[in-house]
């Protein structure tokens, strides 16, 4: 907790350097960025629909860290589940949406957990290094959507580059009239105490938290490393996925090629400000979505944001590394072993 | 196409080259990616602002290099975790020259860069029937690389630094206890691998284009790790292991001409897939005992 609150400190004092030495304000532009996440309902709903990519891809990389896996292709993941329910959405029209939602959700889950499992079988069978072919999984997973968004699913009455939306049957049921609040916000919400459970009391979950203690333990216990460690990649990349289907069905219902590009990152750096605590990955991801959100309203308008976020969002994951003596001093949580 | 994928390989190559001697000081670089591109864009800003090439390839190494002085400072003294740090320096990176780029864009500075370095064919040399266009018709930084190699090479094993480095990588106690201070081993190599990183990047705005773009660099940092273990950590075989990344990128480019009707994204992450591949295929190879592992003084 000292070290999440040091290191959000840090970035602010960090970022407003930054912002000072472009000639800005940093005081006017943090408190417009503040009024612009939550000075009306409407924006605070997109604060919260922002968090819920970054939700789930933290709580992915979380459970996949628990095992000692690093999975750094969150990013890729995210994409792969946009792809799964753009199909999902343009294939199974005829589906009444009470059967056509549930079954996009499955198979954003089973592809990006298929696609994250090509990591977790070459590290489990073959000891690769997952964090160079995860690294290389993101690239791959760019060029797919690439390709699916200038070829085959390209709208050809639309002069940008974007597919052709999904059946409206598909569309995630709005919260709150008004905002753009959607029901895949709640699915990240519900993920996060699943996740939370399942790792503190189930037997597999127990398994996996084994493995990221030290293997070798883990094996002198009866738990089969390999098959743990390709379990763990499978549903790290599914619980990513699930937040790749929520932006297409929930927040654009199409894609355009750059639509969740680096979210991935932001979900990693909210799991490691919350030090992949599931329950501290509801807060840190909507303070990142906060820090989108506002951002947008921040200064000179969406021209610098992005850049500016990253930067941001870059600096607060260095800055959790500069307290290890706070983080010392609350006992051993996390022993990934066996990095090679 | 080979003389292309000289051209590409050699980015690839200084990189590599740095992080072979900072993997082999016991010090990962996920961050090798931010290295690069932060010196990608110190090298297209600092050629506009300076007017020289020169002084713009100088600046590219700086930013290098500082950025690897952040990654030693946070791993080697306060021993934090390696791989956390490395994803926040690409981030940050990604981040500072996306946010500095659009700010100099909005005060009027100009899109293209200063110019590039122009090709020089080595005489003789350049004469070889085929070969001989492809390997000496190169800019200058292409050719500092090829020296480099046998530099890299003859420090790391033929000199005592070189002893030091690959013992503070194996066991950094012993080390210590042989009167070598693991940490300034560690931090010489950080730097180096920075400056060579940043060189690289430069490589994308001084040579190959004059112009920077938002993440130019693509992911090549990546392939860079990739190629570190592919070739065993010995600099010697990593221009083979470079050239065999880069004719598979250009091959791509090629077959884009000649095979139109394919679509161009399958040939384009033909790298990234070939890197999963020969990772997989080239497992036996043993990493320097102590890489990943911080290492805290006694006392």
């Known amino acids: 907790m000292y070290t999440a609150i040091l290191a959000v400190l840090l970035g602010f004092v960090i970022a407003a350097i930054f912002l000072e030495a472009s000639g800005l304000n940093a005081f006017d532009a943090y408190s417009a960025m503040f009024l612009g996440a939550f000075s009306t309902p409407y924006r605070t709903a997109e604060t919260l629909i922002r968090a819920s990519p970054f939700m789930l891809g933290a709580l992915g990389f979380a459970l996949a860290f628990k095992a000692g896996y690093w ?40 592809g990006a957990g298929a696609w994250s499992l090509i990591s977790g079988f070459l590290k489990a069978k073959f000891h690769v290094n997952e964090i160079l072919t995860t690294l290389m ?3 791959v997973a760019y060029w797919v959507v690439h390709y699916l968004v200038y070829f085959p699913w390209k709208d050809p009455e639309v002069f940008l580059h974007q597919t052709i939306p999904i059946a409206s049957s598909a569309n995630l049921p709005i919260l709150a009239a008004g905002t753009r609040l959607h029901a895949g916000v709640l699915v990240g919400l519900g993920s996060a105490f699943i996740i939370y459970i399942f790792l503190k009391r189930t037997r597999l979950g127990y398994s996996i938290r084994a493995v990221g203690f030290g293997p070798d333990g883990a094996r002198y216990g009866g738990v089969n490393v390999s098959r743990t460690v390709m379990i763990a990649s499978f549903l790290s ?15 654009y219902h199409l894609i355009i090629e750059n639509l969740t590009y680096n979210f991935g990152f932001i979900g990693i750096a909210a799991a490691m400000l919350a030090l992949n605590n599931p329950l501290g990955i509801i807060l840190s991801s909507t303070f990142f979505g906060f820090l989108i959100t506002g951002s947008l309203y921040m200064t000179r308008g969406a021209a610098l944001t992005i850049g500016a976020v990253q930067l941001f969002v870059g600096i607060m994951i260095l800055a959790t590394l500069v307290s290890p003596l706070i983080a010392k001093i609350r006992k051993k949580k996390t022993g990934p072993v066996d990095r090679q | 196409m080979l003389g292309t994928a000289v051209m590409l390989g050699t980015p690839l190559l200084l990189a590599a080259l740095g992080e ?13 990616e931010g290295y690069m591109l932060m010196g990608a864009f110190g090298a297209y800003a600092g050629a506009l ?20 002085l952040l990654h030693s400072a946070l791993c080697v003294t306060l021993g934090s ?9 690409n981030v940050f990176s990604w981040g500072a020259t996306s946010f500095i780029f659009r700010m100099m864009q909005t005060l009027g500075m100009p899109m293209m860069g200063l110019g590039t370095f122009k090709l020089v064919a080595i005489p003789i040399f350049s004469d070889i029937p085929w070969l001989g266009p492809a390997f000496f018709e190169q800019s200058i930084l292409t050719y500092l690389g090829y020296a480099l190699i046998f530099i890299f090479g003859a420090v790391l094993y033929r000199t005592r630094f070189g002893l030091k480095v690959r013992a503070a990588g194996e066991d ?7 009167g070598v201070n693991p940490i300034r081993i560690r931090y010489v190599s950080v730097l180096t691998c920075g400056a060579m990183a940043g060189l690289a990047g430069s490589f994308f705005t001084l040579v190959w284009l004059s112009a920077f773009s938002e993440g130019m660099t693509a992911g090549r940092g990546f392939i860079v790790l990739g190629i570190v273990i592919v070739s065993g950590w010995n600099p010697y075989f990593i221009f083979g292991a470079c050239l065999i990344f880069a004719f598979v990128e250009a091959l791509g480019l090629k077959l884009q001409i000649f095979y139109p009707e394919i679509p161009y994204p ?20 043993v990493p320097p005992k102590s890489l990943g592992a911080p290492y805290k003084r006694a006392g």
Do not use: H
Request: glycine share 16%; with cysteine.
């Open chain 1, 71 to 110: 999975n750094i292709g969150v990013d890729g993941q995210l994409v792969i589940g946009t792809i799964a329910a753009l199909w999902g959405g343009i294939t199974f029209t005829y589906l009444p949406s009470i059967l056509l939602i549930p079954l996009i959700y499955l198979l954003g889950f089973l």
């Open chain 1, 137 to 139: 999984m993101n690239y």
């Open chain 1, 237 to 251: 990349g599914a619980i990513v996925g699930v937040g790749g289907v929520g932006e297409v069905l929930g927040a």
């Open chain 2, 20 to 32: 072979t001697l900072a993997e082999r000081s016991g010090v990962f670089n996920v961050g090798v």
């Open chain 2, 49 to 68: 602002v300076t007017g020289n090439l020169w002084s713009g390839c100088l600046i590219g190494i700086v930013s290098g290099s500082g950025l690897a």
């Open chain 2, 81 to 89: 975790d390696q791989i956390v740090s490395g994803i926040g320096i």
């Open chain 2, 172 to 178: 950094p106690l012993v080390t210590e206890s042989r």
């Open chain 2, 266 to 285: 399958f040939m384009l992450m033909l790298p990234y897939v070939i890197t999963i591949i020969v990772l997989a295929l080239r497992r036996k190879v």
